[in-house]
């Protein structure tokens, strides 16, 4: 029987994860685990024991040649020639006009080669302006998100039921730095990188359906550690509480880097033009236009996305992010105000479908694990 | 999943019970979990009017906000407060401490679906 052409794809992980008792939902072409039972279990097992994600959607797009580097230079708004291989990048690309086509982690695996890994809605974009960006550099771009499975392992527990299962010395993976090891005997890149705010690993497994002897392997090494299968559901709100931005919601292709507040990944001084650097270069000189703040409720009602932010009355930015966090116990939200907003003056509210809900400004992050 | 056969129900997830004229009224637990965690319930005052079919609350899971419906017409009369600490009962225990509220009914409504009638349409539903 087939299947119509508008079904969502089942990364290599679906049966364990129907076994589990997930709730699947249609996220970005893929049929993702929303939830395994309570969200909010899954989102306090990774801030106190450790969860395990399939990320299998995210796109991994290989760049291989002896001008990999200069390409990605040149493609992305970081400086990914000076990253040491085995280590890894937060970046942006952007269009021409500076407004953001997706964030992006790339990793250096190589002298001659890099892994960068995309979002699940994005992969078409970055893998077709990689190749058109790559033209005239001596560098091969290949879409190797279908042949890859991504499991990340999250949590204060992660090293230690990680650590019997792989060759690695974990002790000697540092944040944002990735290897190629083995992971219950299936080779892997093996990344000290998360969006959860938590100390963790992401493992790229390819082929991907090795993915389940990775997935089952975790699972019983963590029983006793107190690991849970987590769904997306809680790795928004994990990644809300961290105050990481979300494609689509704080990063979209009208904002540029630095009215998202991430002017950072912006690197002026690397050599040779880059792809948007005209309109980043005004962008970084002209005063900001907007801010990402943090607003926590007074109230109970959760806080969501679309939502008004008013000061004193008048509406002053817009909720990009919100809902019920676990941790505070309070409803949290991520909005943008205007640049030149005094947020230490007046009283916000938000507008929750035609009700005032008192809030307070707060700088992000919300949560900060102590390390 | 829990459908108890004395109850009545709603094909918007509301179950009913009606004892000496006074409706109970809450969601079901195929309601509860397709919403997840419930974080927020919104509940008509004690005095208001309710009509069935219409909206007289909300429930607010992590991801989502949606309409109570109540399933009979009547005056409110209790409204769960435990609610207001706990939203989370309404997963837990959805046709016992979970309940939302109680209005008095003049009649029985005559629409509601049957435990078996509602059982068949969350079938379809999955």
Redesign the interface.
């Known amino acids: 029987m087939s299947e119509p052409a508008s079904a969502p794809r089942a990364t290599a992980l679906r049966e364990i994860h129907e076994q589990s008792g997930a709730?699947l939902v249609d996220f970005a072409g893929w049929l993702m685990p929303?939830?395994y039972s309570?969200?909010?279990a899954e989102h306090k097992a990774v801030r106190e024991a450790a969860g395990l994600f399939d990320l299998s959607h995210m796109g991994e797009i290989r760049l291989t040649g002896p001008q990999a580097a200069e390409a990605l230079d040149h493609a992305l708004v970081g400086h990914l020639s000076k990253v040491k291989v085995g280590r890894a990048r937060y970046t942006m690309i952007t269009a021409a006009d500076g407004g953001v086509l997706d964030d992006l982690i790339v990793y250096r695996l190589g002298e001659e080669e890099y892994l960068v890994v995309a979002n699940a809605a994005n992969v078409t974009v970055v893998a077709d302006a990689l190749t058109e960006r790559a033209k005239g550099f001596d560098v091969e771009v290949t879409d190797e998100s279908a042949e890859y499975a991504l499991i990340a392992v999250q949590g204060p527990r992660a090293v230690d039921i990680l650590a019997p299962l792989t060759d690695a010395d974990l002790d000697g993976i540092r944040y944002y730095a990735g290897y190629e090891h083995t992971v219950a005997g299936v080779p892997v890149l093996l990344a000290r990188t998360g969006y959860t705010g938590e100390d963790g690993f992401e493992i790229f497994v390819r082929p991907s359906d090795r993915a389940p002897q990775v997935w089952k392997a975790l699972m019983t090494a963590g029983a006793e550690h107190g690991l849970v299968p987590a769904g997306l559901?809680a790795r928004d709100?994990l990644r809300m509480e961290a105050g990481m931005p979300l494609y689509g919601q704080e990063l979209t292709a009208d904002l540029t880097p630095f009215d998202a507040g991430l002017g950072r990944v912006v690197k002026f001084d690397k050599p040779g033009d880059f792809v948007g650097r005209a309109a980043l270069e005004e962008a970084a000189r002209t005063a900001r236009e907007r801010r990402l703040i943090g607003l926590v409720s007074r109230g109970?009602?959760?806080l969501?996305r679309g939502q008004d932010v008013l000061r004193d009355g008048a509406v002053v930015g817009t909720i990009t992010s919100g809902?019920?966090s676990p941790t505070l116990g309070r409803p949290i939200a991520m909005a943008y105000v205007d640049g030149d907003l005094d947020t230490t003056a007046g009283t916000f509210t938000v507008d929750v479908?035609g009700r005032g809900e008192d809030v307070d400004v707060v700088e992000l992050p919300f949560y900060k694990r102590q390390s | 999943m829990s459908v108890p056969t004395e109850l009545g129900y709603t094909a918007k997830h509301e179950w009913v019970r009606i004892e000496d004229g006074v409706a109970t009224v809450g969601i079901t637990e195929f309601a509860a979990e397709s919403l997840g965690d419930i974080v927020y319930v919104e509940l008509p005052d004690a005095g208001t009017e309710v009509t069935a079919g219409e909206t007289c609350g909300e429930v607010e899971s992590t991801k989502s906000v949606s309409d109570i419906y109540s399933p009979v017409d009547g005056e409110v009369v209790e409204v769960n407060e435990a609610l207001e600490g706990a939203p989370e009962t309404v997963n837990s225990a959805p046709y016992g401490d979970g309940w939302l509220f109680r209005a008095r009914v003049s009649e029985e409504p005559s629409d509601l679906l049957s435990a078996e009638e509602y059982q068949a349409l969350t079938k379809d539903e999955e």
Do not use: N, W
């Open positions: 709730t929303l939830r309570s969200e909010t559901s709100t109970r009602r959760p969501r809902a019920p479908r």
